[in-house]
């Protein structure tokens, strides 16, 4: 049985633990202007590292923990895939969210481009039925669906991703969502840069925008604060984990604020000061979450202690 969690014992729970953190450490920041004050930013975690739990189960969990916002992972094979939820479920998550007032902030749902028809066929059509997911549990209007795009050289790739995200875009209008993709290492899109060009050729629909995840450009040569003003116009989502380079150059990647290799409240300060109110979603990637032994419920109090940390000394409010 769920235990309901009053959103707005939630909020005062969540203020007082900021003001708490924020008076713990003022003074160690320069004072925010008046425009850097106003309006709020979201913590949110992703189902992509909860595996193990059910979705409905994981959203009071995330309620009790602090959160104030969740993405759920809808890629094949996941709890959460729309084949794996049926018309009931849909009601037990829909009920979760709204007795927890958790704010449902985005979709995971990796669908590739490729040169096979066929494939590019499906993965249309999984990006439907996320968004008729996002329009059977939730009454927001503004909820991400993003996604990668996949591997392969640039050049050889980048005419077929704008096509295919074009018809993404397309296909997805009239529904609550927005059109995400995520720049990855080692990906066809690596950069804002490239992601920014797709838009481009699209002429920039107001539905399709970029997920910014600085553990991909970290160690690339790409600095922090130059990729968020390049980028800040067009994040609709931000993703954190931290990333470790290791001896023989590969990277791992770490739950966020476990390495110290990222400056998230210097990330969370900038893109607040630039007008971003979107969410900061912890994410817990598969070379953590597939280890043995690997706790989800561990992995959510860690990630939250950090990132909450992260906003206090930001100074940035939370809603």
Same mark, same amino acid.
């Given at each position: 049985?769920?235990?309901?969690?009053? $959103?707005?014992?939630? +909020?005062?729970?969540?203020?007082?633990? =900021?003001?708490?953190?924020?008076?713990?450490?003022?003074?160690?920041?320069?004072?925010?202007?008046?425009?850097?004050?106003?309006?709020?930013?979201?913590?949110?975690?992703? &189902?992509?590292?909860? +595996?193990?739990?059910?979705?409905?189960?994981?959203?009071?969990?995330?309620?009790?923990?602090?959160?104030?916002? !969740?993405?759920?992972?809808?890629?094949?094979?996941?709890?959460?895939?729309?084949? /794996?939820?049926?018309?009931? *479920?849909?009601?037990?998550?829909?009920?979760?969210?709204?007795?927890?007032?958790?704010?449902?902030?985005?979709?995971?749902?990796?669908?590739?481009?490729?040169?096979?028809?066929?494939?590019?066929?499906?993965?249309?059509?999984?990006?439907?039925?996320?968004?008729?997911?996002?329009?059977?549990?939730?009454?927001?209007?503004?909820?991400?669906?993003?996604?990668?795009?996949?591997?392969?050289?640039?050049?050889?790739?980048?005419?077929?991703?704008?096509?295919?995200? @074009?018809?993404?875009? #397309?296909?997805?209008?009239?529904? $609550?969502?927005?059109?995400? !993709?995520?720049?990855? *290492?080692? @990906?066809?899109?690596?950069?804002?840069?490239?992601?920014?060009?797709?838009?481009?050729?699209?002429?920039? $629909?107001? *539905?399709?925008?970029?997920?910014?995840?600085?553990?991909?450009?970290?160690?690339?040569?790409? #600095?922090?604060?130059?990729?968020?003003?390049?980028?800040? /116009?067009?994040?609709?989502?931000?993703?954190?984990?931290? &990333?470790?380079?290791?001896?023989?150059?590969?990277?791992?990647?770490?739950?966020?604020?476990?390495?110290?290799?990222? /400056?998230?409240?210097? %990330?969370?300060?900038? =893109?607040?000061?630039? @007008?971003?109110?979107?969410?900061?979603?912890?994410?817990?990637?598969?070379?953590?979450?597939?280890? $043995?032994?690997?706790?989800? +419920?561990?992995?959510?109090?860690?990630?939250? #202690? /950090?990132?909450?940390?992260?906003?206090? %000394?930001? *100074?940035?409010? +939370?809603?």
């Amino acid at each position: 049985m769920q235990t309901k969690i009053e $959103p707005k014992d939630r +909020r005062q729970f969540i203020q007082s633990s =900021f003001a708490t953190t924020a008076a713990a450490t003022i003074g160690s920041y320069l004072p925010v202007t008046a425009a850097e004050a106003s309006g709020s930013m979201t913590l949110g975690f992703s &189902t992509y590292g909860s +595996r193990g739990i059910t979705t409905e189960a994981v959203i009071p969990i995330l309620a009790k923990t602090g959160y104030d916002g !969740i993405e759920i992972t809808c890629t094949k094979g996941f709890d959460a895939a729309p084949e /794996n939820v049926s018309v009931e *479920r849909r009601k037990l998550i829909r009920q979760a969210l709204i007795d927890t007032g958790l704010k449902l902030t985005s979709i995971m749902e990796h669908t590739t481009p490729q040169q096979s028809q066929e494939v590019n066929d499906a993965n249309l059509v999984r990006i439907q039925k996320a968004a008729e997911f996002v329009s059977d549990i939730t009454a927001d209007k503004q909820v991400v669906i993003q996604t990668v795009l996949g591997g392969g050289a640039w050049e050889n790739k980048k005419s077929l991703f704008v096509e295919q995200v @074009g018809r993404w875009v #397309e296909q997805t209008q009239g529904t $609550p969502t927005i059109i995400c !993709i995520k720049p990855h *290492r080692g @990906g066809g899109v690596d950069n804002p840069e490239k992601a920014l060009w797709i838009m481009d050729q699209l002429k920039h $629909p107001m *539905r399709l925008r970029m997920v910014y995840d600085y553990s991909h450009y970290i160690y690339t040569g790409l #600095e922090l604060i130059p990729t968020i003003k390049q980028a800040v /116009n067009k994040t609709a989502h931000i993703a954190v984990k931290d &990333t470790v380079k290791q001896d023989d150059g590969t990277f791992h990647f770490q739950l966020p604020g476990t390495a110290g290799t990222i /400056n998230f409240a210097t %990330l969370i300060k900038q =893109f607040h000061a630039l @007008g971003y109110r979107g969410d900061i979603s912890c994410e817990v990637s598969g070379m953590v979450w597939s280890k $043995p032994g690997y706790d989800p +419920r561990a992995a959510i109090k860690i990630c939250y #202690e /950090n990132m909450s940390k992260a906003f206090g %000394l930001a *100074r940035v409010p +939370r809603g």
